[in-house]
């Protein structure tokens, strides 16, 4: 009963009309202003020297990830909202899981990064030209991306090699690794146990280096005298984990599990938070709040 699967139909939320062109209407919203915040970002990181330090840089590249990342989901689920054909070939499947897979792994890295650039910026501030040397903030910049791009290939590997029986639908609004191992009428406890193993590093690995990270930076703060120090860092810290929380949290409930047998709903809810919710509320969180990039951002505006 093993045929080779040439497609796959994404079942997306709902079947019916009038909440799919709802869906629609807020994916396409929320796609629009990620896409345009993450380009500003980029630009007037771009066009202000004031800006051109290790912290804006990385900003940068995760402005630039945001963008990537949201592009390899957001389209396809649009589309599967309002076309009739809601089909994506078995290849543009594992396209797909592979881009979402790699740019994942490349945002714990670059969020790691981040609070370690914010660890040295607060904790050792005499020593922080020194230590992050824009030769140095190039080269985790670049070791995440690198990284990352490594980290998905044995995913995918291990999920092209699956065989796919009759069934081909989807019951997900992209093709994520849950869905498809449910999906497949092969053994799959080598690849689960694989897969739970490399997120296990990844995931848990960066969090816990983000977290000691912020931890090392709170506890320097404490020691501050000044009120509206503490309050000023204490609020960008906050909204740093807030953003940090949300996803790891949510990627590490839905990949460091042992099995895969959440139901469909669930893992469509908690996947729209680290998919959509995030990406768009990095650029909020990382630089609106950020005085010195809203000053060059009216310097920007109004040059």
């Not at 714990?108 to 650039?117: E, N, P, S, T, V």
């Not at 977290?211 to 120090?229: D, E, M």
């Not at 807030?242 to 990949?255: A, K, S």
């Not at 047998?261 to 768009?280: F, G, H, R």
Request: one cysteine or more.
């Amino acid at each position: 009963n093993v045929t080779a699967v040439l497609e796959f139909k994404l079942l997306g939320f709902s079947s019916n009309p009038c909440c799919q062109i709802m869906l629609f209407i807020v994916g396409l919203v929320i796609y629009i202003l990620t896409i345009l915040g993450n380009i500003i970002i980029i630009l007037v990181v771009t066009l202000e020297p004031q800006l051109h330090s290790p912290m804006f840089k990385f900003l940068q590249n995760l402005s630039f990830l945001e963008i990537c990342y949201i592009n390899t989901i957001i389209p396809k689920m649009l589309s599967t909202l309002v076309a009739k054909r809601k089909s994506i070939s078995f290849s543009g499947c594992l396209a797909q899981l592979y881009s979402f897979v790699s740019l994942g792994a490349t945002e714990c890295y670059l969020l790691a990064a981040m609070a370690y650039d914010r660890f040295l910026a607060v904790c050792q501030p005499l020593h922080y030209g020194v230590l992050m040397t824009e030769e140095f903030c190039v080269r985790l910049a670049g070791g995440s991306w690198l990284t990352g791009v490594l980290t998905g290939f044995l995913p995918c590997l291990m999920v092209s090699r699956l065989h796919f029986c009759n069934c081909n639908l989807i019951d997900h609004f992209f093709c994520d690794i849950s869905p498809l191992l449910k999906l497949s009428c092969s053994d799959t406890t080598v690849t689960e146990a694989v897969i739970f193993i490399l997120s296990l590093l990844v995931l848990a690995s960066c969090f816990l280096l983000t977290l000691l990270s912020y931890f090392l930076i709170i506890l320097t703060i404490l020691k501050t005298p000044s009120a509206s120090g503490k309050r000023v860092t204490f609020s960008t810290c906050s909204s740093h984990l807030m953003v940090v929380t949300i996803y790891y949290g949510t990627m590490i409930f839905m990949y460091v599990r042992p099995t895969y047998s959440l139901s469909s709903e669930l893992n469509k809810a908690v996947s729209v938070l680290y998919t959509v919710v995030t990406p768009l509320l990095n650029p909020v969180i990382y630089s609106l709040r950020n005085k010195a990039f809203k000053k060059a951002l009216k310097k920007t505006v109004f040059r």
